[in-house]
Each structure stands twice: as C-alpha cells, then as structure tokens.
C-alpha cells in the first residue's frame, strides 16, 4: 500500500511539472510575441514587418504645447520666416504659434490653417494666411511609413505627408536626391495624389498618380502608407496598393518624415487675385488631424538598423530586450524541470 502511494504521489508530482513545462512553454512565446509587434506583408512572404517606431501625441496634451514646440525629442516644428515657399505658389508661411500647431484633448495632432491678423507691408507676415510643418529628427533607409488621419476641407487648402533627404547624397538641385509623396490632397474630388519626384533618365521629373476614392476622407481616420524598398516604392490608401514604381537610386539615402498644411499651391489657380481672405469662409475643416505615424522595418533587416536616439525607439528596444531575456530564463527553468523529472 505505502508502495502504491509513493507511486501515486511521483505520478501526481509528474503530472504537475509536465503542466507547469507546458504553461511556462506558452508563456514565453506570448512574452515574446508581445513585444515584436507584426504586421503581415502585402505579398503574403515570410519577411514580416516589425515595428520599429510609433509616434504618437498623447504626452503632448494641450497643457504642454510648449514641450512639443521646444523640448520635442521626436519632431522639429518649423518657423519659416526666412525660408518662404514661394518656389511652390504657396500664399503662407509655417509658425510655430499654438494656433498652427497643437495637439488636442484626444491626443491627435492638429495642424491648422488660419486667417494671418498681423498683415505687415514688406515682411512675412505680408501673406494672407499661416499654416503649420513638422518634420521628425530621425531619419531612415527604407521601410514602410503609415499615418492615420483626417484631412483638411477647404479652398485652397493643401496638406502633405512626405519624404525627403536631410543630409543630400548627391550633388546638384533637390531632384538631384529625391523626394517621395505618400499623400497630397488638394481638396480635388476626394483625389488624393501620391507620386514621386527625381531626375529621370528620360528628362521626367515627376511620376505620380490620382486615387478617387468614396471615403469619407475629411471626416474620419483613413491609412496612407509608403513601402520603400531597394528596387521599388509603392503607395497604399488602407492596405489598397494603388500605385508603385520601380526605382533605386537616389533613394538609396536616409530620409525624414514632414507634415504640412499649407494655403495654395501648384494645384490651385495661382494668378493673381484668385486667392482672398474670404476663401476662409469655405474651409469647413481647416484642420490636418493625425492620430499616429509609425515606422516598419523588415524582420531580416532589423540586424542591420541603427537608431539615434529617441523617446520611442529607445524604449521599444529596451522592451523587446526585456522579452528576450525573460524567455531565456524560462527556458532555462524549463530545463531544470526536465532533469527533476526524469533524473
């Protein structure tokens, strides 16, 4: 009977570590899992995309518009006084004035275009309007670029989400490096334009293309992204590839991300006269609403990834590296385990 016992009570305590394998098992590879945010590619491939940053506004409430405007590790907001955009037939200049740039009760960003009531004769301050432009210090080679938001509704009223070298390649004017569109809307039928400026080997300087679509555009969150690769680029409105083109270089160089919203340009009827004060009267939203930007890169070329220094990269890392280590130790007492068992 003591024998049957002993016996009973070495199955039982078998049973018992045979579970707590199995949960710990699971465990590590929720812990993991948790912290490698991924998202399926487009082409159904093994190569996953991971998440490498997510820029969002919650810690810039409106209580600290003054933090996001100097003390921002993220994003560099622009005051363009001495760099006007007339190149472009734009009747504004970018401030850094809480009325331009905020962020909301809800945490979203808001860039606003407004009426300019300090009109002075012979400064900048001599244009109609102001609007607002940020742009993120880091920079990267390639990935997939998302923003969710609301668009501007208005006349003349143009807000773009970009891609641009900050420290040029190569030699020569801006097409010389290149610049990707990921989205221009310029209020044209629910148009919205993604394209692709560089020095073409046939004399082009541009390629882009028009999407209509029967979304609600300026009312409700929509996803506008850019795949950039080695071989090619390519543009997405809510997971839909609408447009690619196959390129290399000069997008072989690091590039940022700037958001605008401006008043006028090439799009809109730029002689003279055409654009008043009272256009304001037909902005039924004046405000470029993001809730988030966020950064992809390949699995197979995160080995390869070196961030600078920032808020949400440094923390990512750290975390994944906690996930990491908190699966080692329970493969290690997983093993332990065994040898209990079985030894």
């Keep these: 009977m003591s024998i049957d016992l002993i016996n009973c009570g070495f199955q039982l305590r078998k049973s018992m570590y045979i ?30 995309w991971i998440l490498i940053d997510d820029f969002n506004f919650d810690n810039f409430i409106v209580d600290n518009q003054k933090k996001f405007w100097h003390h921002n590790s993220d994003w560099l907001v622009d005051d363009e006084p001495e760099n006007l955009c007339m190149g472009m037939n734009i009747y504004q200049y970018s401030c850094h ?28 301050e001599r244009f109609l309007f102001n609007g607002g432009m940020i742009s993120t210090r880091k920079s990267w080679l390639y990935g997939r670029f998302e923003m969710r938001a609301i668009l501007p ?23 010389s490096n290149g610049q990707i569109n990921g989205l221009v809307y310029a209020q044209q039928h629910s148009a919205i334009i993604a394209g ?5 080997p046939a004399g082009q300087s541009y390629m882009g ?16 992204t850019i795949e950039w690769s080695e071989q090619s680029i390519r543009w997405m409105f809510n997971d839909f590839i609408f447009f690619q083109h196959n390129v290399s ?45 966020r950064i992809y ?30 699966c080692n130790l329970l493969l290690i007492l997983i093993i332990i385990l065994l040898r209990k068992l079985f030894i």
């Design 249 to 293: 270089k000069p997008f072989d160089q690091k590039f940022n991300i700037i958001l605008q919203l401006g008043v006028g340009g090439p799009e809109f009827d730029t002689r003279s006269g055409a654009l008043q004060q009272d256009d304001s009267k037909h902005w039924h939203n004046n405000r470029f609403i993001i809730d988030y930007v």
């Design 196 to 200: 692709i400026h560089y020095k073409m």
């Design 297 to 326: 890169q390949r699995a197979s070329k995160i080995q390869f990834y070196s961030p600078l220094s920032s808020r949400s990269s440094s923390s990512s890392s750290s975390r994944l590296s906690l996930a990491r280590m908190s």
């Design 97 to 124: 004035r809480k009325e331009n740039v905020q962020v909301n009760k809800k945490g979203y960003l808001e860039i606003m275009a407004n009426i300019n009531k300090h009109i002075k004769t012979g400064s900048h």
């Design 19 to 48: 579970i707590i394998i199995i949960i710990l098992y699971i465990s590590s590879f929720i812990m993991y899992g948790c912290e490698m945010k991924k998202i399926p590619s487009v082409d159904n491939d093994n190569d996953q």
């Design 209 to 224: 293309r028009k999407l209509y679509t029967q979304r609600n555009i300026t009312r409700s969150f929509n996803h506008y």
């Design 153 to 175: 509704e208005g006349r003349s009223l143009r807000s773009v989400f970009i891609l641009r070298p900050v420290k040029p390649k190569y030699s020569g004017d801006w097409l």
